[in-house]
């Protein structure tokens, strides 16, 4: 059975293949005693910055177990571990009519279970392939020509497609593994599956997203662009069919939905046909950005070194009196802000890194949690107009043009009249007082919260810090209410899944809920359920 090491601690300038040496060293093991030897996890202690270290845990196999126990049974860093048995699936017959709606992580990792069991479906996309997609929102970014069907939010690969390519999650879920070597297998940097921070980056996600098609198109997938869903059609409280573009029907038994968290019109659809919707909290907030070598130096004590990544952070703060709060929401190391708006007159801002980080600006979202109080609407969409306010008051403060407003932070909160903003935002900035584009509760909250940042992070308030409106798009303001079967509690046979649905929070989650309703799906074709 294999056993696994944790709290294996190395300095950060030591490189991976050290973690082999010292473990050879600190069981007074031979090299032909060791066998099998892999790297489950590696992450960065930093709390200490005259010794910055990494932590590794190892999984590995002695030629002798039975005296290795002997001798270290009792190490508490030691466990013994059971050999996990490989996935298998069975190949299943049928003739089900499948249809995914969404190419984001959910929809994408929907199909590729589907296809492990042998099935295939149609997949329809709203947006443009990811190449032509990169075209699109290169020319809304350097001309503020906007796309509504192909853009940050819309488009092969989802949103995450324009983001840092996280693959951290809290979701505990056995699937977690597949994900990741699936990631792999396309092309993704192998050491996503031990790092304990691990990221893609948006450029090789690109790419991964790119080979992930291909492969589905080899398995008999069917895959449709630039096509969007517009009605669904019920036999009773069965669905039947679909409706593209308001004109095109198409049959269907399994109708997996993934539509990503910015599909308004889909929302709205769906509460015409009664299919149960309720509103969901979610932040609002604005992008902050800070030379990255002032983070390293507030991390690590230092510039980067050799062995070190670009420094990250994650803060968090509340206040007990008003019960509002503020945190930090998909920090970007070595990133850009991103001008993410899907709909005309709007402006909405995301953050975005490529794999090597290595841009000099650090940016994350600092959000405030809404709620059903804030929103002063019965309709299960008061979120979805809730956004729309506010970034529509962002696009006028920006000009009228797509571009965002943009305050120095000593300026926001009221330490000074500075107006040096320095923003990679594009198509560009226009400075602002972004008192004008955040309800009075989050912008006084936000004006604590950094302050309780800065006692945190010593030297996070500074001139050189620019504030970026606005981001709301941190997560489905809807839930498609559904079930323990993961069904839609209005409707059979409709399997509402991923961010969009209300169900996940990044691409590992929406990753999983996909595969979740993969599952469920071959089980009932199984069982004869499929019709």
Same mark, same amino acid.
């Not at 056993?3 to 294996?8: A, C, D, F, H």
């Not at 975005?352 to 929103?375: C, I, K, W």
């Given at each position: 059975?294999?056993? *696994?090491?944790?709290?294996?601690?190395?300095?950060?300038?030591?490189?991976?293949?050290?973690?082999?040496?010292?473990?050879?060293?600190?069981?007074?093991?031979?090299?032909?005693?060791?066998?099998?030897?892999?790297?489950?996890?590696?992450?960065?202690?930093? !709390?200490?910055?005259?010794?910055?270290?990494?932590?590794?845990?190892?999984?590995?196999?002695?030629?002798?177990?039975?005296?290795?126990?002997?001798?270290?049974?009792?190490?508490?860093?030691?466990?013994?571990?059971?050999?996990?048995?490989?996935?298998?699936?069975?190949?299943?017959?049928?003739?089900?009519?499948?249809?995914?709606?969404?190419?984001? /992580?959910?929809?994408?990792?929907?199909?590729?279970?589907?296809?492990?069991?042998?099935?295939?479906?149609?997949?329809?996309?709203?947006?443009? /392939?990811?190449?032509?997609?990169?075209?699109?929102?290169? =020319? @809304?970014?350097?001309?503020?020509?906007?796309?509504?069907?192909?853009?940050?939010?819309?488009?092969?690969?989802?949103?995450?497609?324009?983001?840092?390519?996280?693959?951290?999650?809290?979701?505990?879920?056995?699937?977690?593994?597949?994900?990741?070597?699936?990631?792999?297998?396309?092309?993704?940097?192998?050491?996503?599956?031990?790092?304990?921070?691990?990221?893609?980056?948006?450029? &090789?996600?690109?790419?991964?997203?790119?080979?992930?098609?291909?492969?589905?198109?080899?398995?008999?997938?069917?895959?449709?662009?630039?096509?969007?869903?517009?009605?669904?059609?019920?036999?009773?409280?069965?669905?039947?069919?679909?409706?593209?573009?308001?004109?095109?029907?198409?049959?269907?038994?399994?109708?997996?939905?993934?539509?990503?968290?910015?599909?308004?019109?889909?929302?709205?659809?769906?509460?015409?046909?009664?299919? &149960?919707? #309720?509103?969901? /909290?979610?932040?609002?907030?604005? &992008? *902050?950005?800070?030379?990255?070598?002032?983070?390293?130096?507030?991390?690590?004590?230092?510039?980067?070194?050799?062995?070190?990544?670009?420094?990250?952070?994650?803060?968090?703060?509340?206040?007990?009196?008003?019960?509002?709060?503020?945190?930090? @929401?998909?920090?970007?190391?070595?990133?850009?802000?991103?001008?993410?708006?899907?709909?005309?007159?709007?402006?909405?801002?995301?953050?975005?890194?490529?794999?090597?980080?290595? =841009?000099? @600006?650090?940016?994350?979202?600092?959000?405030? %949690?809404?709620?059903?109080?804030? @929103?002063?609407?019965?309709?299960?969409?008061?979120?979805?107009?809730?956004?729309?306010?506010?970034?529509?008051?962002?696009?006028?403060?920006?000009?009228?043009?797509?571009?965002?407003?943009?305050?120095?932070?000593?300026?926001?909160?009221?330490?000074?009249?500075?107006?040096?903003?320095?923003?990679?935002?594009?198509?560009?900035?226009?400075?602002?007082?972004?008192?004008?584009?955040? %309800?009075?509760?989050?912008?006084?909250?936000?004006?604590?919260?950094?302050?309780?940042?800065?006692?945190?992070?010593?030297?996070? *308030?500074? #001139?050189?810090?620019?504030?970026?409106?606005?981001?709301?798009?941190?997560?489905?303001?809807?839930?498609?209410?559904?079930?323990?079967?993961?069904?839609?509690?209005?409707?059979?046979?409709?399997? %509402?899944?991923?961010?969009?649905?209300?169900?996940?929070?990044?691409?590992?989650?929406?990753?999983?809920?996909?595969?979740?309703?993969?599952?469920? *799906?071959?089980? !009932?074709?199984?069982?004869?359920?499929?019709?």
């Amino acid at each position: 059975m294999p056993l *696994i090491l944790r709290n294996l601690a190395l300095d950060f300038r030591e490189n991976e293949h050290s973690a082999r040496e010292k473990l050879l060293a600190r069981f007074s093991l031979g090299e032909d005693e060791l066998g099998s030897f892999r790297i489950l996890r590696r992450s960065l202690d930093a !709390r200490k910055k005259s010794s910055i270290k990494y932590i590794y845990t190892i999984e590995f196999a002695v030629a002798d177990e039975t005296a290795f126990l002997a001798r270290f049974g009792n190490d508490a860093d030691i466990q013994v571990v059971e050999k996990k048995q490989k996935q298998s699936f069975s190949r299943i017959r049928g003739d089900s009519r499948i249809i995914i709606v969404g190419m984001g /992580p959910a929809g994408l990792f929907t199909a590729m279970r589907l296809s492990e069991f042998g099935l295939t479906a149609t997949i329809v996309e709203r947006g443009s /392939p990811v190449e032509e997609r990169l075209r699109d929102v290169q =020319s @809304f970014w350097t001309k503020g020509v906007l796309d509504p069907e192909s853009n940050v939010q819309f488009g092969e690969g989802g949103a995450g497609t324009f983001s840092d390519g996280k693959l951290t999650t809290r979701v505990r879920d056995d699937n977690m593994e597949y994900v990741l070597e699936k990631f792999v297998q396309f092309g993704a940097p192998p050491e996503i599956i031990y790092l304990g921070k691990p990221h893609i980056g948006t450029d &090789r996600l690109r790419r991964v997203i790119r080979e992930i098609r291909r492969n589905l198109e080899d398995s008999g997938f069917e895959i449709m662009f630039r096509r969007k869903l517009t009605d669904i059609v019920c036999r009773g409280e069965r669905l039947a069919a679909v409706t593209l573009d308001d004109r095109d029907e198409f049959s269907c038994d399994f109708l997996v939905l993934a539509p990503g968290h910015s599909a308004r019109d889909t929302y709205e659809m769906l509460l015409r046909r009664q299919i &149960r919707l #309720e509103s969901k /909290p979610f932040a609002v907030g604005l &992008r *902050i950005e800070h030379p990255q070598e002032l983070i390293n130096r507030i991390q690590y004590g230092t510039p980067v070194n050799s062995g070190l990544p670009a420094a990250d952070y994650a803060l968090a703060f509340n206040n007990p009196g008003t019960k509002r709060s503020l945190y930090s @929401f998909c920090m970007c190391p070595g990133g850009v802000v991103v001008a993410s708006s899907s709909e005309d007159g709007m402006v909405v801002c995301n953050g975005m890194s490529n794999y090597m980080r290595n =841009s000099p @600006f650090a940016n994350s979202a600092l959000v405030v %949690p809404v709620g059903e109080r804030d @929103f002063h609407g019965q309709s299960p969409l008061a979120g979805v107009e809730f956004q729309r306010l506010w970034e529509r008051k962002a696009f006028l403060a920006g000009g009228g043009n797509y571009f965002a407003p943009a305050q120095n932070l000593l300026a926001f909160l009221g330490q000074s009249r500075s107006n040096v903003v320095a923003s990679t935002y594009r198509p560009g900035v226009r400075e602002a007082d972004l008192r004008e584009v955040l %309800p009075d509760y989050v912008t006084e909250t936000m004006r604590e919260g950094i302050c309780y940042f800065d006692r945190k992070m010593r030297g996070f *308030i500074t #001139e050189e810090a620019t504030l970026t409106g606005i981001e709301t798009r941190t997560s489905a303001p809807v839930r498609i209410v559904r079930g323990d079967d993961l069904q839609s509690v209005s409707l059979e046979g409709l399997y %509402p899944v991923g961010e969009g649905a209300g169900y996940a929070g990044g691409i590992m989650s929406a990753a999983l809920d996909g595969i979740r309703a993969a599952d469920r *799906i071959a089980r !009932r074709i199984i069982e004869g359920k499929g019709a």
